[in-house]
């Protein structure tokens, strides 16, 4: 079972950029697909990105296409968010989270969650 812990969030203005990182453990990432979703305050969890297993198929919310990027790191055993042109809307916690069998965006199809990193986006 594959242990999850995102790094990377902080404040930043807007316009600003920051890379987000979700290592793993307690099994082998390459073996998942991955997914990026955000929490706002007093909203629902929402689909940010996510990327196959092999890094081959990527997907997008449309409100960050152009913006974000997802990528893997096989050698470190590691997701990353790339994020850049930030809004205060960016403002959430970011979670990443692994599933088995492809891509989703769909938040219930991922059983393995990290715990978050806080994004606050300044105007």
């Known amino acids: 079972q594959v242990q999850l812990v995102e790094s990377g969030g902080g404040s930043v203005q807007t316009g600003g950029s920051l890379r987000l990182s979700c290592a793993s453990s307690g099994g082998t990432f390459s073996a998942y697909a991955a997914g990026w979703f955000r929490q706002a305050p007093g909203k629902e969890r929402e689909f940010v990105a996510t990327?196959?297993?092999?890094?081959?198929?990527?997907d997008y919310a449309d409100f960050v296409k152009g913006r974000f990027t997802i990528s893997r790191d096989y050698a470190k055993n590691t997701v990353s968010l790339q994020m850049n042109s930030l809004k205060p809307e960016d403002t959430a916690l970011y979670y990443c989270?692994?599933?088995?069998?492809?891509?989703?965006?769909?938040?219930?199809?991922?059983?393995?969650w990290g715990q978050g990193t806080l994004v606050t986006v300044s105007s």
């Open positions: 990327v196959s297993e092999y890094g081959r198929t990527t």
């Open positions: 989270a692994a599933r088995v069998w492809g891509v989703s965006s769909a938040a219930s199809e991922y059983p393995f």
